[in-house]
């Protein structure tokens, strides 16, 4: 099972000014995490709490569904292009990028065992857009839109070029070339898939884009590209029977939650830093940046007091940013608390050739690029310990569809978590809405004209 080692975030190896004295804010906050984690499970099924997420392991029937689908559609595309942008993208490429081949989409056929690649379009960027499409036969490519409100315009806009461009290759057959995941009552997007034919998958009411990975929205590429989405939905399953845990010292997502929550409240560290020691979990950062950014960067709490809540994410990559960013996280502010992912067990192995050994570098003959990786994560946490800089620990047995999948729901659950130790609403996005707003008004969106005359005064036209 996924593992959780803190004690680097103790005053005993860092020191008090920089540490937290574990065993005794664990029996302080004991009570008030057994709260959270009662409530927080009572609420899941009430309407209007966003935590239907936390039911998506359960749910068979999606699941059999995207399995049938996949099934009647393999061997049919040699391309998925996904269109969505933040949750609707992020989770999707984090987990492909993770499970399946290295460098996927340059394998042959035969090599993805006649798998179809797989492409996110996740900016609005005319050159990327440009630059996929002049790559894709739209014939052989199932395009999957994804955004449950049904009317996001990076998405949409996207959509429109592409859908444009499919109807004239392909004719009236485009439309199954297409498949519409949104919202299941409303939206623009579920209007257009009804009237035009598309498949529809439907994303789950009280589901905020940041926790859906494990809705439709996730597992419909997954199954398309061959994951096993049984294997990742028991390893939810499994997880979160120790998550429903109101012991804290059994609880692993309640002391992340808690640990980030005091380094920022007593000792002034508001930046969480999540630093894999794998190429192949690279993007699981830039999911996490979202999630943490959105669910707790609030202006206000509960009790409509201003507080300016919040963790600044910061991804990095071991053992690259070593080399990058290492320099300002041992010797820069002390305020970020950084932690590490790493791999009990690589899928392959290794070896570096004993050569050279009349020079500097004869040293590492012998032993392999795997003892490497390990020996570089052990230097850099050792050395934030040497500059009293906090550092957290979790550990996957290996990088398979359980254990990514038991991995990024630990991310979630403890992000409500934190969010209730804040006293924040971890599941709404004021300033992401107004930005949304803004953006209709200078697009001339109907019925989103009422600030375009202050909009050119801040702009300056």
């Not at 999957?144 to 998405?155: L, M, P, Q, R, Y």
């Not at 707790?296 to 994410?313: I, M």
């Not at 050739?353 to 012998?366: A, H, V």
């Not at 310990?385 to 991310?411: C, G, S």
Request: aromatic share 10%; hydrophobic share 40%.
């Amino acid at each position: 099972m996924l593992r959780l080692n803190c004690k680097n975030s103790d005053y005993r190896i860092i020191g008090e000014e920089h540490g937290l004295n574990l065993e005794e804010e664990f029996n302080n906050y004991a009570g008030r995490i057994a709260d959270i984690i009662r409530n927080l499970n009572q609420r899941k099924d009430k309407p209007g709490e966003c935590l239907q997420w936390l039911n998506l392991g359960y749910n068979e029937e999606t699941v059999w569904y995207v399995k049938e689908f996949a099934s009647m559609v393999e061997g049919r595309f040699e391309n998925i292009l996904v269109l969505g942008i933040g949750g609707s993208a992020l989770g999707g490429l984090a987990v492909t990028e993770a499970l399946l081949k290295p460098y996927w989409n340059f394998l042959s056929a035969e090599q993805r065992n006649n798998l179809p690649r797989i492409f996110f379009l996740d900016n609005i960027d005319p050159d990327s857009i440009n630059g996929i499409l002049a790559i894709l036969d739209l014939k052989k490519t199932l395009v999957n839109v994804i955004t449950k409100s049904g009317d996001t315009a990076e998405t949409m806009s996207q959509f429109m070029v592409i859908k444009d461009l499919m109807e004239k290759a392909l004719g009236d057959d485009y439309r199954k070339n297409i498949i519409a995941t949104t919202d299941k009552k409303m939206g623009i997007l579920r209007q257009l898939a009804d009237q035009e034919g598309y498949k529809i998958f439907y994303v789950p009411d009280d589901i905020g884009g940041r926790f859906s990975v494990f809705s439709s929205i996730g597992l419909v590429p997954f199954a398309l590209v061959g994951l096993d989405i049984d294997k990742i939905i028991n390893g939810i399953k499994d997880i979160d029977l120790e998550l429903k845990n109101t012991d804290i010292r059994q609880n692993i997502a309640s002391q992340y939650a808690l640990i980030h929550y005091l380094m920022d409240t007593k000792k002034g560290k508001n930046i969480t830093v999540l630093m894999p020691y794998s190429s192949r979990l690279k993007y699981i950062p830039d999911w996490y940046v979202q999630l943490i950014a959105e669910s707790l960067g609030k202006a206000v709490n509960r009790n409509s007091e201003t507080v300016f809540a919040g963790l600044t994410p910061v991804k990095a990559l071991g053992a690259t940013d070593q080399h990058t960013k290492l320099q300002l996280f041992n010797e820069g502010p002390n305020d970020k608390v950084i932690t590490f992912i790493r791999v009990g067990e690589f899928d392959t192995n290794l070896e570096i050739p004993r050569i050279f050994e009349y020079t500097g570098i004869g040293y590492l003959g012998g032993k392999t690029i795997n003892d490497l990786m390990n020996a570089e994560a052990d230097s850099t946490m050792v050395s934030l310990i040497d500059n009293q800089r906090p550092t957290l620990t979790l550990t996957i047995d290996k990088i398979d569809e359980y254990h990514i999948a038991q991995l990024l729901y630990m991310l979630e659950v403890q992000t409500a978590i934190a969010g209730e130790l804040y006293n924040i609403n971890a599941f709404d996005q004021p300033g992401v809405e107004q930005v949304k707003n803004y953006l209709y008004t200078l697009m001339g969106r109907a019925g989103y004209d009422g600030s375009s005359s202050y909009l050119k005064e801040k702009i300056g036209s």
